[in-house]
């Protein structure tokens, strides 16, 4: 089954098309990785998911329901949930009231001890359970990504898009979020832009590769490897 299908999308700035005429189905329960080189349009096709931009053309059908026009706090309402490529997290706020801001969103008519609850599980999920009380902005880089995964989780995703989630961070600290990412995989849909190839391949159920705002390639990591058009488009083989 289908979670997610975008159809014919296109976005057009002038006589531009950062997105053009890009079909994508992303099955539930799939790691879905978004490649390609600067300037592909991964982050514009990813962003008119999440609600963020306007398709010129096109439809987006998140588990069969037509969400093309519904805005990004509607979308978050239906479980799709977006991680930025830079940090944006509250610097000034702990650790936890980030998290509870997020979880307020989803369970404000819930009462404060569910959304206590949902921050606990949701700061234990990235290893932050001893970071409640501290400032966010105090927080060493690849610990505010992992906090920012948090506010993510708080709002208990069904698709979490992840827009460079390991840009910046030191290799033994990609390792450990790969890691956490594999593990909120077993029940949540990945849809995973990301340059590292080498998390990209040991992540990915499939890959779908982009270039100048159309898709070049999909398959396995296997199957892109082995590409022709993406060895010479992306790999530069």
Same mark, same amino acid.
């Given at each position: 089954?289908?979670?997610?299908? $975008?159809?014919?999308?296109?976005?057009?700035?002038? @006589?531009?098309?950062?997105?053009?005429?890009?079909?994508?189905?992303? +099955?539930? /329960?799939? %790691?879905?990785?978004?490649?390609?080189?600067?300037?592909?349009?991964?982050? &514009? !096709?990813?962003?008119?998911?999440?609600? *963020?931009?306007?398709?010129?053309? @096109?439809?987006?059908?998140?588990?069969?329901?037509?969400? &093309?026009?519904?805005?990004?706090?509607?979308? %978050?309402?239906? /479980?799709? %949930?977006?991680?930025?490529?830079?940090?944006?997290?509250?610097?000034?706020? &702990?650790? #936890?009231?980030?998290?509870?801001?997020?979880?307020?969103?989803?369970?404000?008519?819930? /009462?404060?001890?569910?959304?206590? #609850?949902?921050? +606990? =599980?949701?700061?234990?999920?990235?290893?932050?359970?001893?970071? $409640?009380?501290?400032? +966010?902005?105090? !927080?060493? #880089?690849?610990?505010?990504?992992?906090?920012? !995964?948090?506010? $993510?989780?708080?709002?208990?995703?069904? !698709?979490?898009?992840?827009?460079?989630?390991? =840009? @910046?961070?030191?290799?033994?600290?990609?390792?450990?979020?790969?890691?956490?990412?594999?593990?909120?995989? *077993?029940?949540? &849909?990945?849809?995973?832009?990301?340059?590292?190839?080498?998390?990209?391949?040991?992540? $990915?159920?499939?890959?779908?590769?982009?270039?100048?705002?159309?898709?070049?390639?999909? @398959?396995?990591?296997?199957?892109?490897?082995?590409?022709? +058009? %993406?060895?010479?488009? #992306?790999? /530069? =083989?």
């Amino acid at each position: 089954m289908n979670l997610l299908f $975008a159809h014919n999308l296109s976005r057009h700035y002038g @006589g531009l098309a950062a997105v053009d005429d890009v079909s994508l189905a992303v +099955a539930k /329960g799939e %790691v879905r990785a978004i490649i390609g080189p600067n300037g592909a349009g991964k982050t &514009t !096709l990813v962003g008119m998911i999440s609600g *963020r931009i306007t398709p010129s053309t @096109g439809s987006i059908f998140f588990k069969e329901e037509d969400i &093309t026009r519904k805005p990004s706090w509607a979308r %978050v309402q239906r /479980g799709i %949930v977006y991680t930025f490529q830079i940090t944006s997290i509250y610097r000034n706020l &702990t650790c #936890y009231e980030n998290v509870a801001l997020a979880a307020q969103r989803l369970l404000a008519k819930s /009462g404060e001890r569910a959304i206590s #609850y949902a921050v +606990a =599980q949701a700061l234990g999920r990235v290893g932050l359970v001893d970071e $409640a009380d501290r400032l +966010a902005g105090v !927080l060493p #880089y690849g610990h505010q990504r992992l906090l920012e !995964l948090a506010m $993510a989780l708080a709002l208990a995703p069904e !698709l979490l898009i992840l827009d460079e989630p390991t =840009q @910046g961070l030191a290799p033994a600290e990609i390792a450990a979020f790969s890691e956490l990412i594999r593990a909120v995989s *077993r029940d949540t &849909t990945i849809l995973l832009i990301e340059h590292n190839l080498k998390v990209v391949l040991e992540l $990915a159920d499939k890959i779908t590769v982009m270039d100048r705002g159309i898709i070049l390639a999909e @398959g396995t990591p296997v199957e892109i490897e082995q590409h022709p +058009a %993406v060895q010479r488009a #992306y790999l /530069g =083989q």
